[in-house]
């Protein structure tokens, strides 16, 4: 039982790790959010839009980054490649209610979205790359997903308004997905929670179960006890009133 709560635990920590990477990539989409939306600003000249759409990029290479760094226990969690079935021991039987199983798919079963969606510029020279495809694969078919990710860098060639608005429609759709897996991550702590709350009270029980076999009866030991001693008090007290009679004879005698 304590190492099913120790297994639990570690499903704990994992959800975590994960749930603490999506929030920074959630972080990063929403100031790109706030970028296409200042991008839309008509004053905004060609070295503007040119600066919204440097800090665009890196904000999306951290995005990359996130996604092909972040690790538990050496396991890539989004990454192409990560294991799509982690299973966590909650039970001493290997019975499959003994066992909670995060699944997904990591690459299949996603939606693409894409869109030729570059910052709006005044001029047809001065056109700026936003963002052309955001890939979302967060939800698996079989229960919880645990990886996915967002890739995508291809340069968009356009310059309306209207182009804004779909990479911030896109970026919208990427932060609603990201919100979704963040809440199931949290689901799951708590499943976790619950999880060592029961074990733990299991682990109290038997060992109560246990001491109630095995242990010994304080009050029924120190009865036994008592009774032992004045058992032997009186056996004491008869051998010396025994060793007593010769002598007696021989006084009577004597006199």
Do not use: C, H, Y
């Not at 645990?146 to 060639?157: L, P, Q």
């Not at 299991?202 to 029924?220: C, K, L, P």
């Not at 058992?231 to 007290?237: E, H, P, S």
Request: cysteine-free; proline content about 0%.
């Amino acid at each position: 039982m304590n190492v099913a709560i120790r297994n639990a635990n570690d499903g704990i920590s994992l959800a975590q790790t994960a749930e603490g990477a999506l929030g920074k990539i959630a972080d990063n989409l929403q100031r790109m959010r706030e970028l296409a939306v200042q991008s839309r600003n008509a004053t905004n000249s060609a070295g503007d839009r040119d600066n919204l759409q440097k800090e665009f990029k890196q904000l999306q290479a951290e995005i990359d980054r996130t996604v092909q760094g972040t690790k538990f226990n050496s396991q890539a969690l989004f990454a192409s490649g990560a294991a799509t079935t982690l299973s966590f021991q909650v039970g001493a039987g290997t019975a499959s209610t003994d066992r909670i199983d995060v699944t997904g798919a990591l690459l299949g079963g996603g939606t693409a979205v894409s869109a030729a969606s570059a910052l709006a510029s005044t001029s047809a020279s001065a056109v700026q790359d936003l963002i052309s495809t955001v890939t979302t694969n967060w939800d698996g078919t079989n229960g919880l997903a645990i990886g996915g990710n967002i890739s995508g860098s291809t340069a968009g060639t356009a310059a309306s308004v209207s182009q804004v608005d779909d990479a911030i429609n896109i970026i919208d759709k990427a932060l609603d997905a990201i919100n979704d897996k963040r809440a199931s991550f949290g689901a799951t702590q708590n499943r976790f929670e619950a999880v060592i709350s029961n074990l733990q009270v299991s682990v109290e029980n038997q060992a109560a179960a246990r001491g109630r076999i095995m242990d010994a009866d304080f009050a029924a030991e120190t009865a036994n006890l008592s009774r032992s001693q004045i058992l032997q008090q009186a056996g004491t007290a008869m051998v010396a009133q025994a060793n007593q009679l010769p002598q007696q004879v021989l006084s009577l005698l004597k006199g």
